[in-house]
């Protein structure tokens, strides 16, 4: 009688990270599939994101969530279209807001979630993408049921730990385009009274005068990226190659999945959740991941340093707490709150401009050189954006040229179709990367 191995060598993954959730034999799989099945719905793609925006919402309920008056709309309707007034003799750019909102914080979870997938499915899809890449070929081949089941349990712990993420930052922004990228619907420009009204706590400013500086920055957010067409791709692409540059550690990955897998109870789903929690998939960053963060970080900078410029230039005559109110969000926006911190860990990015102040210097002294038109102009194209060089001395950026003469409108349209068709690659699409001195 052939004598049957023990009970470990029949384990298919054996050597793997997975071995303890199957030493000593198999488990009881109906009991671990029915309690994954219960926390799961079908979903497409690597988030479940009907479960990370009712994770959001919930989040968010865990304090007072009013709803926005229609005196608070009727007001916010009122500083976006002042603000739009004063923009128009700061910049060149036509104003770009098509309507105005005022969103409680459940309201900019559901208004941001379209963008939010755009900028988070690259990464969670590389981050799920590891389970199977962790595991021999043989083991993933012999356990292909249990890892499709796990791969969906693990999309949708991520997107509860993604919605918690949103639902702190919920109780933070101030508008839609405070991370600065507007996150809402092209063109509207909307503010989160309650958030606006905590921001405006300890300045000691009249809280109107909050509400038109925060006004001004929104309706010039969406001012830049309505002019400036290829600028959100220019953004969310360099969040896309951050998310394609993860290389697989497979050994890392192994070691950090057998140390959290050891004494897990397969059959507790709350030990299960506790597993995923606190960065199982933290992989150290390859070289295109370090240059995406790096486009990430100085496209930031410089559409927030912009912002800077141009609302300081429009209240320098008219609003006497405008250098305050310009400090306060110059210290929130470089140094980041709880919230943007938590996404941080969930996501790997960090979504805030580190240069704010030295793009915002870069973009003041080339107005003082050469003017609006010159300042304004660098936005034509990707290639004439300042580099981090540049945000090294941001007074000699453009230093020995020339000041352009007045365009008019014509002419304008004509060097910048120039200027795009120049920037042609030999494939016919355009190149991203900024120019290099």
Do not use: C
Not at 162 to 182: Q, R
Not at 331 to 348: D, I, K, Q
């Amino acid at each position: 009688m052939t004598e049957q191995p023990p009970p470990d060598d029949q384990n298919p993954f054996r050597g793997t990270p997975f071995e303890q959730f199957f030493a000593g034999g198999a488990p009881d799989l109906g009991q671990l599939f029915s309690q994954i099945q219960s926390m799961m719905q079908p979903y497409d793609g690597p988030l479940n994101w009907d479960l990370a925006v009712d994770t959001a919402r919930k989040t968010v309920a865990q304090q007072t969530d009013p709803t926005p008056s229609q005196k608070q709309r009727d007001e916010i309707a009122d500083a976006v279209r002042l603000a739009d007034h004063w923009l128009d003799e700061t910049t060149n750019f036509p104003s770009g807001v098509t309507s105005t909102a005022a969103w409680s914080r459940a309201e900019w979870v559901v208004g941001t979630t379209d963008v939010w997938k755009v900028l988070v499915e690259p990464i969670a899809a590389s981050s799920v993408g590891a389970l199977g890449n962790a595991l021999p070929a043989e083991a993933a081949s012999m356990g292909g049921p249990i890892l499709a089941m796990l791969g969906k349990a693990v999309g949708a712990m991520l997107a509860t730990q993604v919605g918690s993420g949103l639902g702190a930052m919920a109780g933070e922004v101030v508008s839609a385009s405070d991370i600065g990228v507007p996150l809402g619907a092209p063109g509207k420009a909307a503010l989160v009274p309650a958030n606006v009204a905590r921001f405006a706590e300890g300045l000691d400013v009249p809280e109107s005068d909050v509400l038109l500086y925060l006004a001004l920055r929104e309706a010039a957010h969406q001012r830049l990226f309505a002019g400036v067409p290829w600028l959100r791709d220019h953004v969310i692409g360099a969040v896309t190659d951050y998310a394609q540059g993860i290389e697989i550690n497979t050994d890392r990955i192994q070691q950090t999945m057998e140390e959290r897998l050891r004494g897990v109870d397969p059959s507790n789903l709350q030990n299960m959740q506790e597993l995923m929690e606190g960065g199982l998939f933290d992989i150290p960053s390859s070289p295109q991941q370090d240059a995406a963060v790096k486009r990430l970080e100085i496209a930031l900078a410089l559409v927030e340093g912009w912002v800077d410029e141009v609302v300081s230039q429009a209240t320098a005559e008219r609003m006497p707490n405008a250098g305050k109110l310009q400090e306060a969000v110059r210290r929130r926006r470089a140094a980041g709150g709880p919230a943007e911190e938590t996404f941080a860990s969930l996501v790997g990015l960090e979504l805030r401009p580190r240069r704010l102040r030295d793009a915002s210097t870069l973009w003041g002294s080339l107005r003082t050189r050469q003017g609006v038109e010159a300042r304004d102009g660098v936005w034509m194209s990707p290639h004439l954006l300042p580099t981090d060089a540049d945000l090294d001395d941001p007074l000699g950026f453009r230093e020995g040229s020339e000041a352009p003469d007045e365009l008019s409108a014509d002419d304008f349209d004509a060097q910048l179709r120039h200027l795009l068709d120049s920037g042609l690659d030999d494939s016919g699409g355009a190149d991203d990367t900024p120019r290099q001195e």
